[in-house]
């Protein structure tokens, strides 16, 4: 009885901020693939996760979104992957060898199969590495690869340009995952294969042929849920195991009103995200008027890009407020009385987000109107850059310093011409071994972009896993 209370209790405290902007929590899973009572055994046979966003793609060569992404280990495997210590291991590989800087030679593992069960051959490591080069979402990350020969069932040769120091980490990202494609299907060799995808929740099923060992857990299904705190509810009502995206701002509030068990495992997102205030295609913004904005809003990122990934000193950025000078610069930049509309997903925390920006906007005199949109739309008029302004997490991973600029600028800004004006420099640190070294290079460039400012950071952090104790049998 006290349970429902409390439920009662924390939804009723929900109408007064923000009401759940998604289907019912309770249908997501309610089929054949429903919960399995986490008592009834240590290890559950199945995993329900709610995560802030749908998985909208399984093509890894074609993602771009980290929602999506995360599917991709559990139905897809790579060439290489990271080991504990972030050191680039071989996975799909048994031997390889660098015949010269610019000729890889790889010999593939015996017996993988695909999830079809035809076994994995040099030929569709080409084909696979090949689509990704001509068609995929980062396509001209991997315009390095110049030709592929393939020598026998399991050896191929790869080429690249020039030297990279680095292209055994491109080969461990996601999206260079090993696919086989044929037709309108598509096929993986990893521990989970899809058993349905209607866009809305992707239900996998274990493989028992994986050539690293069959999982323990049987079924996997990945929904979707907006609203973070419906996420935790999902958890409290023992209709998903497993939520992700969550804040400890909502985490906390949750916990204060005995929504969260006191023995539930939680552990911080392996990623990290910068919340961003984009600029879109709609008006065209000089430097100074954006460097005005920059002023007028209070923030807690101090580099552009998050610290995780390297130590930034040239780009630090000042994050000292002054209401009366960010007046001085609205008035200067001639944004006085303008109006501004700043698109966000339909989420409590982009919600809440978005009032503190306009708050902070208003003050100096620029009139805001925020425009909340459903998945669908606000992704598509992203892509196409169609907006004023817009509220958009970018995602980083520390081990693919190289990979998240090119996807921050191919994708998430889309600046080609900045993204090739900056290529003396990724040669260098393509070329250059040590760390250290390739760091303070990779500084430098993210001053550079800074001095654009195709984007406002406003804060840097990590969100929690919410049954993390869980997770970790499926996570890669």
């Known amino acids: 009885m006290r349970k429902y209370l409390l439920l009662l209790i924390f939804n009723f405290s929900l109408i007064f901020s923000f009401s759940s902007t998604t289907n019912d929590v309770e249908n997501i899973f309610a089929d054949e693939y429903g919960y399995q009572n986490e008592k009834t055994s240590e ?4 995993l ?21 992404k995360r599917a991709i280990p559990l139905i897809y495997d790579t060439l290489f992957t990271f080991d504990k210590n972030g050191d680039v291991e071989p996975h799909l590989v048994k031997n390889y060898n660098w015949l010269n800087e610019r000729e890889l030679l790889i010999e593939l593992k015996s017996g993988i199969k695909f999830h079809d069960k035809s076994i994995l051959t040099a030929k569709d490591v080409k084909d696979s590495l090949e689509y990704l080069r001509k068609n995929g979402t980062l396509k001209n990350f991997y315009s390095e690869i110049t030709d592929i020969k393939v020598l026998n069932n399991k050896e191929l040769v790869i080429k690249i340009a020039e030297k990279d120091s680095l292209f055994l980490a491109s080969l461990s990202y996601e999206i260079s995952s090993i696919a086989k494609r044929t037709g309108k299907n ?16 992707l239900k996998l099923e274990n493989f028992s042929d994986y050539f690293d060992g069959a999982s323990n857990i049987k079924k996997v299904n990945i929904g979707e849920e907006v609203n973070e705190t419906q996420r935790l509810i999902a958890l409290f009502n023992e209709k998903a195991n497993i939520a992700l995206d969550v804040t400890e701002k909502a985490f906390n509030n949750a916990k204060e009103y005995g929504i969260i068990d006191e023995d539930i495992s939680v552990k911080k ?20 008027s954006r460097r005005a904005i920059e002023s007028a809003i ?27 000078k960010a007046k001085e610069n609205i008035n200067k930049a001639g944004l006085k009385n303008k109006e501004v509309n700043i698109m966000i997903l339909n989420t409590n925390t ?5 009032e503190k920006i306009k708050a902070s906007l208003e003050n100096t005199g620029i009139k ?39 996807k921050v600028l191919l994708y998430d800004i889309g600046d080609m011409e900045m993204y090739n004006a900056l290529q003396p420099f990724l040669k260098i640190i393509k070329e250059e071994k040590d760390k250290e070294k390739r760091d303070q290079v990779f500084d430098k460039i993210v001053q550079l972009i800074y001095k654009e400012l195709p984007y406002i950071p406003i804060s840097h952090g990590r969100t929690l896993v919410v049954g993390a104790e869980k997770y970790k049998y499926i996570e890669r």
């Open 298 to 324: 209070q923030r807690t990122a101090d580099s552009f890009f998050p610290n995780k990934m390297f130590t930034p000193r040239l780009s630090k950025v000042n994050i000292d407020y002054s209401p009366s």
């Open 269 to 288: 997102s392996g990623e990290t995200e910068t919340t961003a205030l984009m600029f879109g295609k709609q008006k065209n913004y000089s430097i100074e």
């Open 350 to 354: 982009n919600m809440e987000q978005a």
């Open 368 to 406: 805001v109107n925020i425009l909340p949109h459903q998945a669908d739309s606000y992704y598509i008029k992203f892509q196409n850059k169609d907006f004023d302004l817009a509220i958009f997490d970018v995602t980083f991973n520390k081990n693919y310093t190289v990979f998240n600029l090119g």
């Open 186 to 201: 598509i096929v993986g060799t990893g521990p989970f294969f899809a058993k349905s995808f209607n866009g809305k929740t």
């Open 43 to 46: 290890i559950p046979e199945t």
């Open 48 to 68: 329900n996760i709610l995560q802030g966003m749908r998985v909208s793609i399984i093509d890894p060569a074609m993602i771009k979104d980290s929602y999506s």
